[in-house]
């Protein structure tokens, strides 16, 4: 009882913060007294998912201490990890069937400016996507592009971009107002109401969205990710290290903020994209607003190239480095898999391609054999053709995957986790190897190293899926149909 009493006490210091005033029900407090914690955690949750409940700064000020009295009470009753997955289950208690969004088919050349929060570019995945989407709407319609980009780095390529565009402007992250973007669209004859649809692309883009949102008839916010659900995938897995102590209550209170932040943006929106149904789905429950789902498409730059007869025993890993997940998915391959593959197959090794800083990484693998630490190329479609197999180990993230699709144009075969495969169309053991724990992902890695006949079969059905799947002008024509 003197346990209780001190998480009530800590539960009045919370409804007494501002802002969480609406908390203070009759049934959330009898859940309370009726040491039902949990399940007023969750009613918390929701409230301020929905937004009615504002998360104040100083609430942060106390999570840890708040995380802790949660955990202690739930060891306390007994239930430790079934009391806090009865939060997350609380919030989330079935899978939400999506009611089909009805297009309608659009005639004649729509004005569209696009704002980015990363500069289209072949470079990386998510600039590959804008880069793409520019560039296939542009043949029926005017395209102008506002990008925030952390650095000049990427502006070699603008000269193969600029022709697509009509009007552009390229922000440096560091040293741009969001005047600047009101201020130039004005001064290039801009004026309120003049784009038939104004598209964002990115989290961050959602200030954009609160400055300039005025000079489209539709403003279109694509979630490339659902940080907030990618949050939650990470507190899911940390479930499974109960025992050890090594628990992420921080993680849910992320989980709300981002939750709350993103459900706000969904709400400014006239139509909100997702690149999935599973982040759909998501966003769905947390924020009430349904998004339309249009995927990434199979870049037209990718140059298909047939693999040489002579292939060395090569597995390729493609990411951007600068994105939390593909190096937390790296990490967990190099420690957990790689030394079960090289026991198999000993002249094997593994390619680390792609964009973002490698220092840091490399420097925790020095002694480790079999790695090659290429970092970025040219041409990542040289890359996959040389590798006999290719990898995709996430653990955590959210969004869509295009190097599983990329890896697959090039008939390659993939091994790959449950999380890298969200909302992909492939089937286990016929076009995709799919494996979550170490060992099993090893045991495939290693059989499309040695079974050159399970290779090539599963190589084509991979190609197969992407072909029929995503093409392009399929996909430019749904989202045609949405503006």
């Known amino acids: 009882m003197l346990f209780l009493a001190i998480i009530k006490r800590g539960i009045r210091r919370i409804i007494r913060l501002k802002g969480l005033l609406l908390w203070r029900r009759r049934n959330t407090l009898e859940m309370i007294k009726e040491e039902r914690l949990c399940e007023g955690i969750a009613i918390l949750a929701e409230k301020i998912l929905s937004g009615l409940v504002e998360m104040p700064a100083s609430f942060h000020a106390i999570k840890e201490w708040f995380a802790v009295c949660l955990v202690e009470y739930a060891a306390s009753r007994g239930r430790g990890r079934e009391s806090l997955l009865g939060i997350m289950s609380s919030l989330f208690p079935k899978k939400l069937e999506l009611d089909p969004v009805v297009s309608v088919e659009r005639h004649g050349p729509l004005r569209i400016l696009f704002v980015t929060g990363m500069f289209p570019s072949r470079t990386h995945a998510g600039g590959l996507r804008i880069f793409d989407l520019i560039t296939e709407l542009s043949a029926r319609h005017t395209i102008d ?14 000269p193969e971009l600029l022709k697509y565009l009509d009007k552009h402007l390229f922000l440096k992250v560091d040293s741009f107002s969001w005047n600047q973007a009101e201020e130039w669209l004005i001064n290039n004859g801009r004026g309120y109401g003049f784009y038939d649809v104004v598209h964002y692309e990115y989290l961050n883009t959602s200030e954009f969205l609160k400055h300039i949102k005025r000079f489209g008839k539709k403003n279109v916010f694509t979630m490339m990710e659902s940080v907030s659900r990618r949050c939650f995938i990470d507190f899911c897995n940390t479930f499974d290290r109960w025992e050890t102590g090594d628990f992420g209550i921080p993680l849910f209170f992320e989980f709300l903020m981002l939750g709350s932040y993103e459900s706000t943006v969904c709400r400014d929106a006239d139509l909100v994209v997702a690149l999935s149904d599973e982040d759909a789905q998501f966003i769905t429950r947390i924020s009430g607003t349904r998004p339309v789902v249009v995927p990434t498409g199979v870049s037209r730059l990718l140059n298909y190239q047939e693999e040489s007869s002579e292939l060395t025993n090569t597995v390729l890993f493609l990411g951007n480095y600068d994105h939390f997940p593909n190096v937390e998915g790296l990490i967990w ?6 030394g079960s593959v090289i026991q198999e197959v000993p002249d094997y090794q593994i390619k680390i391609v792609g964009k973002g800083d490698l220092v840091r990484l490399r420097s925790q693998f020095l002694t480790l054999q079999g790695v090659s630490w290429v970092g970025e190329v040219d041409d990542i479609s040289a890359a996959i053709v040389e590798a006999k197999a290719c990898i995709a180990p996430l653990v955590s993230g959210a969004g869509f995957r295009g190097k599983v699709n990329q890896y697959s144009f090039f008939k390659k075969p993939t091994v790959a ?38 290779r090539r079969v599963i190589g084509e059905n991979a190609k197969r899926v992407v072909d029929d799947n995503f093409a392009w002008t399929n996909i430019v024509r749904t989202l045609e149909g949405y503006y």
């Open 145 to 158: 592009c506002i990008s925030v980009g952390p650095t000049n780095s990427e502006e070699s390529e603008c």
């Open 417 to 454: 986790t449950s999380i890298a495969l969200s909302g992909l169309p492939y089937v286990q053991e016929e076009s995709i190897l799919q494996a979550n724990n170490p060992r099993a992902f090893a045991r495939h890695v290693a059989s499309l190293l040695k079974d050159e006949g399970k």
């Open 333 to 338: 391959y190099l420690k957990n898999v790689h």
